[in-house]
């Protein structure tokens, strides 16, 4: 088998047209999980947003949800862009729970995704919590917790047995204590610890054997990918890239992925510009090497890994990692 590889890792991005960089850090864990690259601080805590979720999923699952099929793992994940698929999946994990959309806690929001935002908008719709990128999370931690007959009006309580549940998940996926609680864009805390912690959970989720919860999980978010973000998100587009590959990103800079059998990665870009996490990541993973791609799959991922620039409506330069 063919293997992409090779390449050093970059230290930063650089924007073609506006001579700007990004700097941060990066975590690579090898295949049997040792760290064989580090770039900038990957012990020192982070709050790693999104990427966070697999691991609230994991937990909700150890204290008693019961999804009913398997894309519910993927939407209980996901930082979702408000398509059509994604509203339909959270609204069925509160249907399954016999619960309502008046219970979830998230803020409202209209759709991230510019086609179903317009066709809200032109349908006379107006924001609302299930539109909200976080509304799967959301809907299988009141599912949970009704499963539970546990409180459903403050489940966003760092107190609640819940979001102890998942930071004692955490720590143990991590293998690190949570040094920060804060609380998310969503409203629910959020847990900070190292890139290594994350990109070691990250490992354990794709590595984990079959019949094992955290196996469930990555094998939900690999089926469904297009769940996890929507069409357009690059995490989708990376898993539909390489198969195999577990990718969530987290707002601020971060990304996580891990490959079954190489390694996994972790990014966090200093200034918080998303638009160089992936690139960054999959410079990493090609250091690692994966696979050979389709010539389709190709053609993705050079176009995650070199982003357009835009200026005036037409494309003005692409991103690059240095070395």
């Given amino acids: 088998m063919k293997y992409v590889g090779g390449s050093p890792l970059a230290q930063i991005v650089r924007s073609e047209f ?53 894309a519910d793992l993927s939407i209980g994940s996901a930082s979702h862009h408000g398509e059509p698929m994604h509203v339909d999946a959270a609204r069925t994990i509160l249907a399954d729970a016999g619960l309502a959309e008046g219970s979830l806690l998230c803020p409202v929001d209209l759709p991230g995704n510019e086609e179903a935002r317009r066709d809200v908008l032109a349908a006379g719709g107006k ?53 920060a609680t ?14 290594t912690g994350l990109a070691r959970a990250f490992q354990r989720f794709v590595e984990a054997p079959a019949g094992t919860h955290e196996r469930a999980i990555a094998d939900g978010i690999r089926a469904y990918p297009d769940l996890i973000g929507g069409t357009k998100s690059n995490d989708s587009r990376a898993m539909r890239a390489i198969g195999g590959l577990m990718s969530k990103a987290g707002a601020e800079g971060i990304q996580a992925f891990a490959l079954p059998g190489v390694g996994a990665v972790a990014v966090k870009i200093d200034d918080g510009n998303g638009r160089a ?46 070395i």
């Fill in 182 to 195: 804060g609380v998310d864009g969503c409203g629910a805390p959020v847990l900070a610890f190292s890139l």
């Fill in 277 to 322: 996490a992936m690139p960054v990541a999959l410079a990493a993973l090609r250091q690692l090497g994966y696979p050979e791609p389709t010539a389709d799959a190709a053609t993705t991922l050079a176009a995650l890994e070199a982003p357009d620039i835009k200026g005036g409506g037409r494309t003005v330069g692409h991103l690059r990692v240095l």
């Fill in 127 to 179: 924001p609302e919590r299930i539109y909200m990128n976080c509304s799967g999370k959301h809907s299988m931690m009141l599912a949970t917790c009704a499963n539970r007959d546990w409180p459903l009006d403050d489940y966003r309580d760092p107190a609640h047995p819940l979001q102890v549940a998942i930071r004692e998940t955490v720590e143990e996926c991590t293998g690190e204590k949570v040094q």
């Fill in 18 to 70: 506006a001579e700007s960089f990004h700097s941060g850090s990066v975590a690579v864990l090898d295949a049997r999980g040792t760290l064989v690259r580090e770039i900038g601080d990957v012990t020192g805590a982070v709050f790693p947003r999104s990427s966070n979720k697999p691991m609230q999923t994991l937990a909700a699952l150890r204290v008693g949800w019961k999804p009913q099929r398997q």
